[in-house]
Nanobody
Framework: QVQLVESGGGLVQAGGSLRLSCAAS????????MGWYRQAPGKQRELVAT???????EYGDSVKGRFTISGDHAKNTVFLQMNSLKGEDTAVYYC?????????????WGQGTQVTVST
C-alpha cells in the first residue's frame, strides 16, 4: 500500500511558524486535489487547505491569510506553510492525495503529524 508520510509538526509558541511536508512512498497517478486537514481533540476533521493540479487553492476560513499550501502533483509532494500560529491551530494535521495506484483509485491519507501551539 502507498503511504503518505507527513513531517514538520511540533511545538511552537503562538505567533510562530511551522512548515509541514508530505511525500508519498510510491507514485500516485492521476492525482486530483492534494490537501491538508486537521483534527483537534473532541472535534471533527476539518479542511485546512487544498490545491488542484492547476494550482487552484482553497482554504478553511480560520486559516485564510496565515497558511499557504503548495505542492508538486507529479512528485506527490505537498507542503503547508503556517504563519502567525494560534492556540486554536493545535491539532493533528493530515495530508491527503486523491489519485490512483496499482491498488485502485481513492483518497490516500497520512498518519498525521501533531502541531501544538503554546499560548
Amino acid at each position: 500500500q502507498v503511504q503518505l508520510v507527513e513531517s514538520g509538526g511540533g511545538l511552537v509558541q503562538a505567533g510562530g511558524s511551522l512548515r509541514l511536508s508530505c511525500a508519498a512512498s510510491e507514485s500516485i497517478f492521476s492525482v486530483n486535489a492534494m490537501g491538508w486537514y486537521r483534527q483537534a481533540p473532541g472535534k471533527q476533521r476539518e479542511l485546512v487547505a487544498t490545491i488542484t493540479p492547476g494550482g487552484d487553492t482553497e482554504y478553511g476560513d480560520s486559516v485564510k491569510g496565515r497558511f499557504t499550501i503548495s505542492g508538486d502533483h507529479a512528485k506527490n509532494t505537498v507542503f503547508l506553510q503556517m504563519n502567525s500560529l494560534k492556540g486554536e491551530d493545535t491539532a493533528v494535521y493530515y495530508c491527503s492525495q486523491e489519485g490512483c495506484t496499482a491498488y485502485g483509485c481513492y483518497p490516500h491519507w497520512g498518519q498525521g503529524t501533531q502541531v501544538t501551539v503554546s499560548t
